[in-house]
């Protein structure tokens, strides 16, 4: 059974249909990529899966369970966290701060002393988080504002986050935005760890070098329906795939 199944999902913006009729199928410990040009609908099916957008028709299931009506909080609790390709930390709240108000949810945080560990900056709390700082590389800087990190600890402050809350899927909407090679290079790498470890990946992505490099299944979306789905190499000999996304002609 797949982790994550769409069955003929529609988003209608009036008479835009921003996803029309899409089937999806993510396997449990996948890297899947969703490709597209700008406006294809990638961004909206994330949006979906997370609850942000209610769906027009179709059916999303999670773990063979429906996700249909259900607020994005509660999908975060049954295991679904994403990133956005716009960062949104908590600028006032430093990096340990950030990761452990994800880690801890308010049952968690009610139960076990929210602000005596809050105000206190307990040992306890920290070493909680201590492995989502060496995994992002900020244990240097646990006790910085967010906002006064650069772009790229930023970014990789936003995906600690999202792994503070322990998903078993994440939604990853354009994590490389704007960062230069070297980052790139590390957003690899930790991809492909959090695949290592078990995490079931949707990556939302324009830098083919790294969807090519992490992902195991592709989808090609163009104008809210799916063109083409396959391995990366299926994906990049597709004469409807360079024709609609990569640039080539068709024979």
């Given amino acids: 059974m797949a982790l994550l199944e769409l069955k003929a999902v529609s988003r209608h ?29 990638k961004r909206t099916t994330v949006n979906l899966v997370s609850g942000l957008f209610p769906l027009s028709s179709g059916s999303v299931t999670f773990q063979g369970n429906s996700l249909d009506g259900l607020a994005t909080h509660l999908r975060l609790q ?13 600028g006032q709240l430093s990096v340990w701060q950030n990761l452990w108000v994800a880690q801890n949810s308010p049952q968690d945080r009610a139960r076990h002393g929210f602000f005596a560990r809050w105000l206190g900056g307990q040992s306890g709390a920290r070493e909680e988080i201590l492995p989502l700082l060496e995994f992002s590389g900020l244990a240097h800087k646990q006790d910085e504002l967010a906002s006064n990190l650069s772009f790229g600890e930023q970014r990789r402050l936003e995906l600690a986050r999202a792994m503070a809350t322990r998903p078993k899927l994440l939604l990853l909407d354009e994590p490389a935005a704007g960062m230069n090679s070297e980052e790139v290079g590390q957003l690899r790498e930790r991809i492909l760890s959090l695949r290592g470890s078990g995490v079931t990946i949707l990556l939302v992505e324009h830098v ?20 083409a789905e396959g391995t990366p190499a299926e994906i990049q000999a597709n004469p409807a795939v360079r024709k609609a996304y990569l640039g080539g002609e068709t024979a």
């Fill in 78 to 90: 049954t295991g679904i966290a994403r990133t956005f390709q716009n960062i949104r930390l908590f």
């Fill in 13 to 41: 913006f009036g008479g835009v249909r921003a996803v029309d009729g899409l089937d999806l199928s993510v396997e449990q410990g996948q890297v899947f990529g969703l490709l597209g040009p700008n406006g294809s609908g």
């Fill in 208 to 227: 083919m070098e790294l969807v090519m490099g992490v992902t195991d299944c592709i989808a090609v979306l163009n104008f809210g329906q799916k063109i």
